[in-house]
């Protein structure tokens, strides 16, 4: 039994050694998900001090939640409720007057594809509530009144509003700029390797490993197959399409991404993703793009120096720009 | 060596086998659990075929798992999103529907050779 015993204890401490190995978590790495926004958040970061990494996670929760409370227009005390409910003008908080401030610009350079006054339109709707419906076409036109890209002037932290019934929707940039600042957060608390992903809108810090991040993007008409995939680092992918959320009426599909032209959803085109430096910026412009159509959307883009997109035409073709095969993988498998 | 010390061994050796097969066999032990974003609701393993309720705010969400992953397939929100978003099969795969604050992750040991680390959509 003496002399066998050594033998019996090596066995014992390679079982207990494989068991251990085996339970430990990824090293350094951490992921949560919260619903906020109005979607799911998804935050994906590595750190060698653990509690350093909760922390920082932690705080860019905290700074999501803060900005969904400045821009929610469901809540009566948001910057966004109090700018629909006034009449002429209203001091913003700084982070708002951001957001507005990038929203009218690229409202702007779309010629008003982007607009950020379709309150009235998207609650006429009701595409955020429990009864969708078409509206009739006096009402749209009624809800189109005063809409534009010179509907909001900002003054400092002032807005002013150029008419008293216009209701403000930041939507399509506030999401992409509260997972900005949740990035910026996540930086000033050590993180070098993160994810940081909106239901589907996403900035990629630094890389996945010794590898950069690889992001699928979605097929618009095969649910949860991929199109083809990119490889991002230190990099904003956002994909606007019109299968996130619609309804049917009288056989016809009815989606979420409004051309404030004709107050209708915009037919051009399936789905557009938007590679960018910021998701509040690749934000606006997927939705720009998605209204404007491959031909005038890949023109505007050519304004954005280091902006590339995939925009996925209403007849299915694919219209990449130039630069856009520069971030797909070699091996990509997709179509 | 005494029969007894035979038999230890034997049953450490055994063991230790079985814990390498475990430790290279990847993947494995893949579970779904379901949340309202904060406290979980529900867990099962990914390899259950099952059909379960989930209660939030608005009513019942039906979560389905089967061969394909975990997928909602009755839900009583307005626009039925969340039905729309096929099924939850890879570790990180998430599913939700935000009006009944249901959330449904899959979650697990990942893949070295998945084909992407996130989706956008």
């Known amino acids: ?11 014992l401490a390679l079982v207990l050694a494989g068991t251990w190995w085996r339970l430990q978590p990824e090293p350094g790495q951490l992921r949560e998900v919260r619903l906020l926004l109005g979607t799911t958040i998804e935050i994906v970061a590595e750190h060698p001090d653990a509690d350093r990494l ?17 821009m929610d227009p469901q809540r009566p005390d948001s ?60 009402e749209i036109a009624a809800a189109l009144q005063g809409i534009g890209p010179e509907a ?44 940081v992903n909106a239901g589907g809108d996403m900035y990629l810090l630094g890389s996945r490993g010794k590898r950069p991040w690889r992001i699928g993007i979605q097929h618009p008409r095969k649910s949860g197959a991929v199109l083809t995939s990119v490889e991002a680092s230190n990099l904003a992918v956002v994909t606007s399409g019109d299968y996130e959320r619609f309804f049917e009426q009288d056989g016809r599909r009815y ?38 159509g491959p031909e005038r959307g890949l023109e505007l883009l050519s304004a954005y120096a280091g902006v590339e997109a995939l925009i996925i035409a209403g007849d299915g073709r694919m219209h990449p720009s130039s630069g856009w095969k520069t971030f797909v993988p070699s091996d990509d498998s997709g179509s | 060596m005494t029969t007894g010390d035979c038999l230890l061994a034997v049953g450490l050796l055994s063991l230790a086998l079985a814990g390498l097969v475990w ?32 209660e939030g705010p608005l009513g019942l969400t039906r979560l389905r798992i089967d061969e394909q992953g975990a997928r909602i397939i009755g839900s009583p929100c307005p626009l039925k999103v969340c039905m729309g978003m096929g099924p939850a099969r890879r570790d990180g795969d998430i599913l939700a529907c935000l009006p009944n604050q249901i959330l449904v992750e899959v979650v697990g040991a990942r893949a070295e050779d998945a084909p992407y680390d996130l989706l956008s959509r």
């Open chain 1, 1 to 11: 039994m003496l002399r066998s015993r050594p033998f019996i204890l090596v066995l």
């Open chain 1, 54 to 70: 909760e922390d920082a996670v932690a705080a860019a929760f905290d700074e999501i939640q803060r900005l969904e409370w400045l």
């Open chain 1, 79 to 138: 910057d966004v409720a109090r700018l629909s409910a006034t009449e002429k003008s209203l001091k913003v908080a700084p982070e708002t007057a951001r957001v507005v401030e990038l929203g009218l610009d690229v409202a702007r350079r779309s010629d008003g594809a982007f607009d950020l006054s379709l309150g009235r339109l998207k609650a006429l709707w009701g595409l955020d509530g429990s009864t969708p419906q078409v509206p009739g076409a006096q």
């Open chain 1, 152 to 195: 909001l002037q900002l003054e400092g932290l002032e807005i002013l509003k150029s008419d008293p019934g216009l209701s403000i929707d930041l939507g399509g940039v506030a999401k992409g700029f509260a997972v900005d600042r949740a990035v910026a957060v996540l930086g000033e608390h050590g993180v070098t390797s993160a994810a």
């Open chain 1, 255 to 292: 989606h979420h991404l409004f051309d404030p032209q004709s107050g209708y959803p915009a037919d051009a085109c399936q789905s557009v993703t938007v590679l960018a430096d910021s998701v509040a910026l690749a934000d606006a412009l997927a939705t720009a793009l998605f209204v404007l």
């Open chain 2, 23 to 54: 430790c290279a066999t990847g993947p494995v032990g893949e579970r779904v659990v379901v949340s309202d974003g904060q406290k979980v609701l529900y867990t099962a393993p990914l390899d259950t075929f099952i059909e379960v309720d989930l």
